[in-house]
């Protein structure tokens, strides 16, 4: 679902985030377009924009843990050679800056989910496919508790894979998992029916998808 579908049709502080966003053709190759967010955190006002929104869509629902990675994703949109359909490829880049925030301002915890050998005393993990390949996302075993109500908090959707390894680690620790949250996804987005039916809800598309 995205934000503008429930409530925020014509709010500007959408069209904030997404003019926040920076677009830098063919970069780091031919046919990219890159999708840069740390402009985003450069604007302090569209910045909080961002968490202002999520804030007041989870401000009331009870929320007792905020889960995210601590490594943001930035988004590749590229042109797929003699198709129609474009990619969106999520590359580690920048700290973690959303779910802590929001945590914070709606008074739960933010559990950060890492990846193998970053995160110190006994963890649980949950493996992953990506683009090509397989990773694995880690989380400490007493970071969730059976019954709390928890949201998934990433910057971008595209393939659903790493949101579906936080459901199953929430999940395992006997959490129920809300809703999933993202700032870029595409319209349709291609993994969502890797969600286990979770709701999901994303803030703007991806900027320069009509220059394709």
Do not use: W
């Not at 050998?117 to 990506?130: D, F, N, R």
């Not at 007493?142 to 894979?161: K, M, N, S």
């Not at 319209?187 to 991806?206: F, I, M, R, S």
């Amino acid at each position: 679902m995205f934000a503008a579908e429930n409530g925020l049709k014509g709010d500007p502080r959408l069209e904030a985030i997404s003019a926040a966003i920076r677009v830098v053709p063919d970069f780091p190759k031919k046919g990219i377009m890159f999708q840069d967010i740390t402009t985003l955190l450069l604007d302090h006002k569209a910045f909080k924009h961002t968490i202002d929104i999520f804030v007041e869509r989870y401000k009331d629902m009870q929320i007792s843990a905020v889960a995210g990675k601590p490594l943001f994703l930035q988004c590749f949109v590229i042109k797929v050679l003699h198709a129609n359909d474009c990619l969106c490829i999520g590359v580690e880049a920048r700290g973690f800056m959303f779910g802590p925030s929001i945590a914070l301002a709606i008074g739960a915890k933010f559990v950060p989910l890492r990846k193998p050998g970053k995160l110190p005393g006994k963890v649980i993990s949950e493996s992953y496919e990506l683009e090509y390949g397989h990773d694995r996302l880690e989380m400490h075993v007493d970071a969730v508790e059976p019954r709390e109500r928890v949201i998934i908090i990433d910057d971008l959707v595209a393939t659903g894979g790493t949101l579906s390894a936080a459901i199953s680690l929430m999940e395992s620790q006997g959490a129920e998992v809300v809703e999933c949250a993202c700032v870029i996804g595409l319209p349709e987005v291609k993994g969502q029916h890797k969600l286990e039916g979770k709701p999901l809800y994303v803030l703007v598309e991806p900027s320069g998808l009509d220059e394709f």
